[in-house]
């Protein structure tokens, strides 16, 4: 697949936002990344962190992104405030806001900073799995737009189907396990990764066969990966897993890795997300 150059990628359309004054962004939203309700998260998450990104007073790289979705955001306008609340000497947090009409949709807390050549290691191990020609691509319907702008390749826990001929039975564990990349592909940065963090169909859908009301209330994204590994990766595909750890009361939890196909973690996610059935 020929990649497009970032600057007239549809994603980067999407995520588009302006500086109107010191703190303050005008965005739009896309009809090209809609979701069952509203933009999907992902696009707004990482609208949230181009605005950072945008800021003359930006220090560093992305460390961790807190996006609280508080209300709905409808198509069309919105504006987004970006404050700098606190600049040390290796990180800087910030607190931004984005609204429409007034009234606040988005909520989100980021710590940008400065990565230092430290002692490391890695915990977590990388699924052996087959490579992505071998994995079966999901085709979203069109009600899903946002999905259509990704390719995702199941190796485990696909989504179900959205009208099964025959009854589906509860699946044993809400493990997901896909390649994924932006379709057309598109060279991975930060602004994409921490859309792809929230790729991941809610987890409820697989434990319980069927597609039920969900959405997510709140997503926090940690990003390990330097700008440097990220540029390695180029537009190849990236592997991701997904799973919940407890279901009841309306919510459950969704945690997700994302893996360079080289084998370097890149960053991952943990959500909160309700659901109704």
């Known amino acids: 697949m020929t990649g497009i150059d970032a600057s007239t990628h549809p994603f980067d359309t999407a995520i588009a936002v302006q500086y109107t004054e010191a703190h303050q962004l005008a965005g739009h939203t896309c009809p090209d990344y809609a979701n069952m309700v509203g933009p999907f998260g992902g696009v707004t998450a990482a609208a949230l962190l181009r605005a950072v990104e945008r800021h003359p007073e930006r220090l560093g790289d992305p460390l961790s992104l807190t996006v609280n979705y508080a209300g709905p955001i409808a198509d069309g306008p919105f504006e987004i405030t970006a404050r700098p609340v606190r ?38 191990t990388m699924p052996s799995v087959p490579g992505p020609g071998e994995a079966v691509p999901q085709i979203f319907p069109d009600f899903i737009a946002w999905g259509h702008n990704y390719e995702l390749r199941f190796v485990a826990g696909a989504v179900p189907d959205i009208e099964p001929t025959t009854e589906i039975p509860e699946n044993p564990d809400s493990v997901s396990t896909l390649w994924l ?8 940065d930060f602004a994409s990764l921490t859309a792809m963090s929230d790729a991941f169909y809610p987890r409820v859908f697989l434990r ?31 592997l991701g897993r997904a799973r919940a750890n407890r279901f009841g009361h309306g919510h459950f939890d969704q945690n997700a890795q994302l893996w360079g196909r080289d084998g370097t973690l890149l960053a991952t996610s943990h959500q909160l997300v309700y659901f109704k059935g």
């Open 181 to 188: 990349r932006d379709s057309p592909a598109r060279p991975i």
């Open 87 to 124: 600049t040390n000497r290796t990180n800087q947090h910030w607190l931004l806001e984005l609204t429409q009409d007034g009234a606040v949709a988005t909520t989100a807390t980021a710590v940008f900073g400065i990565r230092r050549d430290t002692w490391s290691d890695l915990e977590l």
């Open 208 to 238: 319980r066969g069927r597609y039920l009301p969900a959405g997510t209330i709140s997503l926090t994204v940690y990003f390990h990966a330097t700008a440097e590994e990220l540029a390695d990766q180029g537009t190849e595909y990236l």
